[in-house]
């Protein structure tokens, strides 16, 4: 009965064991229903039957963002931390109860794939946290919209629905996302949308981005791309100097990709095209004037109208500036004459000339400058055959290094004359197609064209004439000498002064002295060149055919003195 009466301290815990579910059943860690008792300023008293009372604060029974609806007499659940603390309470946790009762949804809605609701609640590095009725999980900033976005406080302490893309219960892990939510909506309104829309048709929508190639427009819950190709059929540089972001405008439907949901838009194909008729409107040979729109290292593209541009090759922008950037010879915006070289409407090309559109120095260098006259310049280049003289209009001239000077060689010659340096020539030759003008230094000396310019031709002498020259000037080169008294002025190479080589030298000539020589040819000034080498063997030749020949028998020496003979007594 002692026993019975005053229980011994371990007949104590063995019956306060029982109460609370036996040793292996025990509350702590296990969610278990209990009824509020009470409320006191912002903490929940909550009797679950132990043998005191818990306290749990109120924000524990709201979701983040709303109030808590609790009220004296609620039955709610709990999650037992502890039996008892170190005040004789017990611990305990709505929050961990609404966890684990979350974590068991959550990982059947994860298998089955379905969306969960939650609200956005706080901002971490990375991203967001969200309450998934008790579960907190993790939202990375690039799944929050399809798009960025910049400012989150609209979506926060708000439900809505969310997917789940990854979860680790033991690690405690839930990653979800609320732009797969979106694209999946969007994608159902897309292909509903869609199937509405039809190539070639007009319908309105509203600007909603703009790029450098272009503007997404939003045909009222899909995009389509307005390509700044199709934006007008002038040139546009960029999508904003037509449009601007929010603009409502009418476009039509150029293509429709219904297997990648893609819609091409144009704007300018509501507009009459330019280019019918262009042929009619521009036909080759005719003048005109345009705007220079853009500048490549090719040449310039010219506006001759809104939507219609012609490209001027480098080729054709200049008589006498060549291999030059375009951009040295126009500027972007100015006003040029252009040529219809060439119109290609299919292709929507039409090739211009600008310097067509002036008159070609090269005829007018022509007209003003025959053949024969004396102009003046500087030396600005000097090349290994000649030089290149600058001449009025912007044109060059050449001295090729055989006209530079007489009696020396052409590297000798070239060695005379400076960059820079002015000189006067003589017009030799004028190629106006290949744009060619041959000159000659030379033939400013005396010995040059007879006074007036006259040509050898004009004088009356002829290739295989013989005539008698007068020498004017020896040199070691050769002789400068004259036909007849006031004829046309030569040269006779050292070479060319007769057959032995004791013949062929200059200093046994005087001047004054007189001879015969036969003219052989004409330089390109029609100067005349003679040679007395040449004469003598032609004098030879017919001595030959005429007398005899050595076949016969007689020597060269009795044909040659039968010839003298016969001159002589003739």
Request: glycine share 12%; proline share 3%.
């Amino acid at each position: 009965m002692a026993s019975t009466a005053f229980p011994s301290r371990d007949d104590f815990a063995a019956l306060l064991n029982d109460s609370l579910g036996g040793e292996d059943g025990g509350f702590e860690g296990r969610v278990v229903k209990g009824t509020v008792t009470a409320i006191e300023n912002d903490l929940a008293v909550i009797d679950v039957g132990l043998k005191s009372e818990g306290r749990v604060p109120l924000r524990e029974f709201a979701m983040p963002g709303q109030k808590a609806d609790i009220k004296v007499g609620d039955e709610v659940e709990v999650y037992v931390d502890r039996v008892e603390n170190a005040h004789g309470e017990a611990m305990l946790s709505r929050d961990r109860a609404r966890r684990e009762a979350a974590w068991d949804k959550l990982e059947a809605e994860f298998t089955e794939s379905a969306r969960v609701e939650g609200v956005i609640f706080g901002r971490v590095k990375g991203g967001f946290t969200v309450d998934l009725d008790g579960a907190v999980a993790f939202l990375p900033g690039s799944q929050v919209d399809i798009r960025p976005v910049r400012d989150v406080t609209p979506l926060m302490d708000i439900p809505q629905p969310f997917q789940i893309l990854k979860m680790d219960r033991r690690r405690g892990n839930i990653v979800v996302s609320r732009r797969a939510i979106l694209e999946e909506t969007r994608a159902e309104q897309r292909s509903g949308l869609i199937q509405t829309l039809a190539e070639g048709q007009i319908i309105e929508g509203v600007v909603k981005n703009i790029t450098d190639y272009g503007a997404f427009v939003d045909l009222g819950g899909i995009d389509g791309l307005l390509h700044v190709t199709d934006l007008s059929y002038k040139r546009i540089n960029h999508p904003n100097e037509m449009i601007n972001i929010g603009d409502t405008v009418r476009v039509q439907i150029i293509r429709i990709n219904r297997d990648t949901q893609r819609i091409s838009l144009g704007m300018k194909q509501l507009e009459s095209d330019p280019w019918e008729g262009a042929s009619a409107k521009y036909p080759v040979g005719a003048k005109l004037s345009g705007r220079v729109t853009n500048i490549t290292e090719y040449g310039a593209f010219v506006e001759l109208e809104p939507g219609i541009e012609g490209l001027v090759h480098v080729s054709e922008m200049s008589w006498t500036k060549k291999n030059v950037h375009p951009g040295k010879i126009v500027s972007t915006s100015q006003e040029v004459d252009v040529i219809v070289l060439e119109v290609d409407p299919e292709k929507r090309r039409i090739s211009l000339g600008l310097k067509q559109a002036i008159s070609n120095p090269w005829d007018s260098f022509a007209e003003r400058h025959p053949i024969g006259s004396v102009v003046e310049g500087e030396v600005k280049n000097a090349t290994e055959f000649g030089l290149f003289i600058g001449l009025d209009g912007d044109v060059d001239g050449m001295v090729h290094m055989s006209d530079i000077a007489w009696g020396i060689s052409g590297e000798d010659a070239l060695a005379l004359h400076r960059k820079g340096e002015t000189v006067q020539a003589v017009v030799l030759d004028i190629d106006v197609e290949k744009e060619r003008i041959s000159l000659g230094i030379k033939q400013m000396e005396r010995g040059g064209p007879a006074a007036g310019g006259t040509s050898a031709a004009a004088a009356g002498l002829n290739r295989n004439q013989t005539v008698t020259v007068t020498v004017l000037e020896v040199r070691d080169g050769g002789l400068e000498v004259q036909a007849g008294e006031d004829g046309a002025t030569g040269f006779i190479k050292r070479s060319d002064l007769g057959r032995d080589r004791d013949e062929q030298r200059s200093e046994r000539f005087q001047v004054g002295q007189k001879f015969d020589a036969l003219v052989i040819g004409f330089d390109r000034a029609k100067k005349p060149n003679f040679s007395v080498k040449a004469l003598q063997i032609s004098e030879e030749k017919q001595a030959v055919a005429q007398y005899g020949s050595s076949d016969s028998g007689a020597s060269l020496g009795d044909i040659l003195g039968e010839a003298l003979k016969a001159k002589n007594e003739g």
